[in-house]
């Protein structure tokens, strides 16, 4: 899933409510899929795409309404800020039509690559080392995603690819993010990610337009409410607490759209689904788990 880069801030060590935070953001961004997935039985996906830009726009907009936020819109980096924005806007597209097609927690498990995406593009983007222990991991991880797809048999289909290819744009967005950490406020982040979505979904939908129910309009605004909660909560892990603190437990999400699934849809993952998110989500933790040990050591050194 999307993280924001530690921008130059003031960050406060607290690590409980960090994590207390990151729990929150998981609930608000599993609440957000499960609700987007309910919409697409009856509506385009591009309309709940659209709603789901819209209305976080809708609720971004109030915090930057004070004299000390609304400077934090001026940027001399709109250009990236719009490409880091548009690799999201793909990653949602490719994702919520994702959980139209396939179950929610295999949908959920796909995407969760995206870690391993961004540490296989870290060296050649970020000029980052990548050593033998994270691309064996990433390899490992990448085996994962085989079991869950099991080629050759009848849940290898081109549906299953739709949240690979979010993964990827996540992945670009990642690093996008990590690029712009060094030079913008996360709450500037934070603003063109809501704007530049709601602009280019507000392009597409009339092309999809679709009446809506009044119960289908609420659950669009939930759906747009918990995207601005979950992001928001995001930024707010990662100022209260270090990065390899607080990421692990964005996998809780996937404990959650195993729920969900059960609970909404009647869908409950067979073991091999469940061993190869155990596998992806193995990888990313170690992953998580060798940069912090670098990071701790590149501290010590200084």
Known sequence: MPTPGSAPHARRHRPQLGILMMLGTVACLSVMEAGAKYLTQTQPYEMVVWGRYVFHFAF???????PTTVRLV???HLRMHTLRSLFLVGGTFSGIGAL???PLAEAT???FTAPLIVTLLSPLILKESVGWRRRAAIAVGFLGVLIILRPGTEFMKIAALLPLLASLFYACYQVATRLLSFVDHPLTLFFYTSLVGAVVTSLIVPFYWSSLTRQEWLILVGVGFMGFAGQYLLIKAFQYAE?????????AQLLL????????FDELPDIWVLLGAAVVIGSGMYIWWRE???????????
């Open 60 to 66: 971004t907009v109030p915090i930057f309404l004070t």
């Open 257 to 264: 759209a195993v729920f969900f699934g059960w609970w909404i």
């Open 74 to 76: 001026f940027t001399r």
């Open 100 to 102: 139209s097609l396939l």
């Open 243 to 251: 990065a390899s603190t607080v990421a692990p437990f964005i996998y």
């Open 109 to 111: 498990a796909l995407i």
């Open 292 to 302: 912090a040990q670098r990071a701790r050591a590149a501290a010590e050194d200084q």
